[in-house]
């Protein structure tokens, strides 16, 4: 099984924080959809002894596409790979293009999973961090959606300065109000050479604080808990049924492409990214070329990338596999290295409902683990 990933690279507006390849001008639009056909044809037979089971429209905002533009895409997969009779198909959208013809036209499309960019049901956060939408907009869209898809997520940022605890547990229990399964959140981080960074050298936005995210982060795992929340990646939480399947096969290491400029492929042994420039990846893929960089994964790579993955899930790290897969050196490292944060209660050694070993992160560990699987990283 495998997945496929679309990068839409429009916003309307940039967001103070993010990171992610956008373009603010639409006027490449149609070039752009063109050529997201083009490569999918172009790469079809990367995947051919592949099926799909996970389309997944990120961004960017794909709520900007057409659902005329969305079916074209969608045809061009059917039509050039195997695809599971029901697979999950996730639009990302925000909450100012949701208006209720725009999900109701959704609803009858092939999409059956809506990613919501609420962030915040506050106004003083939203503005904070240059919104499209306001808190009115996040409910009214979430109102009308939640009538028309059943399985939909939507995204939160804790950590973010002046937002005291009982705003962030307000506006999760806003979120539980309107019945949503699937919630993702993470704290509000200073990525380089974002309008953040920027804002924060020049002392025009307060820094995030770290204790008060880990206060957030603590608040989020207990009332998602009380709520029927499954905690089953570090930033994500689903109720049962409700997991994310595209998320999920990236942290099992599963095979995908990512079509679109700055979109990121993996395939176990190598991985790769297409060009993050709209005008080159046009120009390139018009040309029948492809605009993309190739990464040899070596063993170090896999198993570092197999712990990074591993111990922000639920499932943790096979020991097992870890043997099997990369030797006993690699796996008598991995028990000698990880003594120590087992010594902190950070880590634990438990065993599966199918009788494996596995490491994983304790409750003491969660908000650590990026940390925790970098310092267990065999250079």
Not at 22 to 32: E, G, N
Not at 193 to 218: C, M, Q, R, W
Request: aromatic share 10%; hydrophobic share 35%.
């Amino acid at each position: 099984m495998a997945g496929i990933y679309l990068h839409i690279p429009f916003c309307k507006q940039a967001c103070f924080y993010c990171d992610f390849h956008f373009s603010t001008s639409l006027k490449k639009k149609d070039d752009l959809v063109s050529c997201l056909m083009k490569e999918l044809i172009l790469r079809k037979n990367e995947l051919q002894n592949e099926t799909i089971e996970t389309i997944y429209f990120g961004g960017g905002t794909p709520s900007l596409l057409t659902v005329s533009e969305i079916g074209q895409l969608l045809s061009t997969i059917y039509k050039n790979y195997k695809v599971v009779k029901a697979p999950e198909i996730t639009l990302e959208a925000n909450p100012d293009d949701l208006s209720k013809e725009k999900i109701e036209e959704l609803a009858r499309s092939p999409i059956n999973r809506l990613s919501i960019g609420v962030q915040s049901f506050f106004e003083e956060d939203l503005k904070s961090m240059n919104r499209a939408h306001n808190s009115k907009e996040a409910k009214e869209c979430l109102s009308i959606a939640t009538r028309h898809f059943e399985n939909i997520t939507i995204d939160l940022i804790y950590g973010v300065p002046n937002m005291s605890n009982k705003r962030w547990k307000e506006s999760l229990q806003i979120a539980f109000d309107f019945g949503i399964n699937h919630i993702s959140s993470y704290a509000l981080t200073v990525e380089p050479k974002t309008i953040l960074d920027s804002f924060v050298k020049n002392g025009k936005y307060p820094e995030p604080d770290e204790t008060e995210a880990k206060e957030h982060f603590d608040i989020l795992v207990n009332e998602t808990a009380k709520n029927g929340f499954i905690h089953y990646e570090i930033s994500n939480f689903g109720k049962p049924d409700y997991f994310s399947k595209h998320n999920t096969s990236y942290w099992l290491g599963k095979k995908y492409i990512g079509i679109g400029p700055s979109a990121h492929s993996f395939n176990n042994t190598h991985r790769s990214w297409n060009i993050a420039n709209n005008t080159n990846y046009i120009k390139s893929i018009q040309l029948g070329n492809l605009p993309n960089e190739i990464e040899i994964l070596t063993k170090k790579d896999q198993f570092n990338e197999y712990l990074m993955t591993g111990l922000r899930t639920i499932w943790g790290v096979s020991l097992v596999k870890i043997k099997q897969d990369f030797g006993d050196v690699f796996y008598q490292k991995l028990l000698t290295n990880s003594q120590k944060f087992i010594s902190k209660e950070l880590l634990q050694i438990t065993t599966s409902k199918t009788g494996i070993k596995v490491l994983k992160t304790t409750n003491k560990g969660k908000f650590l683990a990026d940390g925790l699987a970098s310092d267990l990283f065999i250079i």
